[in-house]
T-cell receptor, first 117, second 112 residues
Framework: GAVVSQHPSRVICKSGTSVKIECRSL??????MFWYRQFPKQSLMLMAT?????????EQGVEKDKFLINHASLTLSTLTVTSAHPEDSSFYIC?????????????FGPGTRLTVT | LAKTTQPISMDSYEGQEVNITCSHN???????ITWYQQFPSQGPRFIIQ???TKVTNEVASLFIPADRKSSTLSLPRVSLSDTAVYYC?????????????FGKGTSLLVTP
């Protein structure tokens, strides 16, 4: 069964509006979750590391005021795309890491397709 | 994070064995090698992980030479449903909070 869920699976919004994407860890308590973005025919790009109870860590070039991350519980992280523009249209994927060493595995959500019109 | 290099694309016929090699010359002592599979419009899925020598599970084998500067994912007898993008990643496995740095991946096309 699914280990990580995302909601919604796809969303269409108008330019200038904000969109919230939820990522839930179903099997593990996750102090850390990761958010990725993937444009068509490209690889996944890490956007930020979401830390439960503290501020997220953003990768270089990712605007923290535009992509708001909240990790209020051990099973839920949210990504809010504020004032969305067409160039924000992308596939957003979250993941949860679990284990250590050769037992470490990162579980990915099914992704959220965002289209900004 | 160690950089990885793998072929952009590969083609295979059904039933053949497919080997995808990944170079990671700057792999660090704590780094593990992990392979993921991704179908269009889906999140990546874990295939196999190893540190050195050979690892085998129900879907694939992973061969890692002694110097660990490369690794080879082996998919036995591929089927059409194995058409996907395969990513080779290296990362520090000493804690559960490390992020993954995805390279370009290898797009595998399996045809009848």
């Amino acid at each position: 069964g699914a280990v990580v869920s995302q909601h919604p699976s796809r969303v269409i919004c108008k330019s200038g509006t904000s969109v919230k994407i939820e990522c839930r860890s179903l099997d593990f308590q996750a102090t850390t979750m990761f958010w990725y973005r993937q444009f068509p025919k490209q690889s996944l790009m890490l956007m930020a590391t979401s830390n439960e109870g503290s501020k997220a860590t953003y990768e270089q070039g990712v605007e923290k005021d535009k992509f708001l991350i909240n990790h209020a519980s051990l099973t839920l992280s949210t990504l809010t795309v504020t004032s969305a523009h067409p160039e924000d249209s992308s596939f957003y994927i979250c993941s949860v890491g679990h284990g250590r060493g050769d037992n470490y595995e990162q579980y990915f959500g099914p992704g959220t397709r965002l289209t900004v019109t | 994070l160690a950089k990885t290099t793998q072929p952009i694309s590969m083609d295979s016929y059904e039933g053949q064995e497919v080997n995808i090699t990944c170079s990671h010359n700057n792999i660090a002592t704590n780094d593990y090698i992990t392979w993921y599979q991704q179908f269009p419009s889906q999140g990546p899925r874990f295939i196999i992980q190893g540190y050195k020598t050979k690892v085998t599970n129900e879907v694939a084998s992973l061969f890692i030479p002694a110097d660990r500067k490369s690794s080879t994912l082996s998919l036995p007898r591929v089927s059409l449903s194995d058409t996907a993008v395969y990513y080779c990643l290296v990362g520090d496995g000493s804690n559960s909070g490390y992020a993954l740095n995805f390279g370009k991946g290898t797009s595998l096309l399996v045809t009848p």
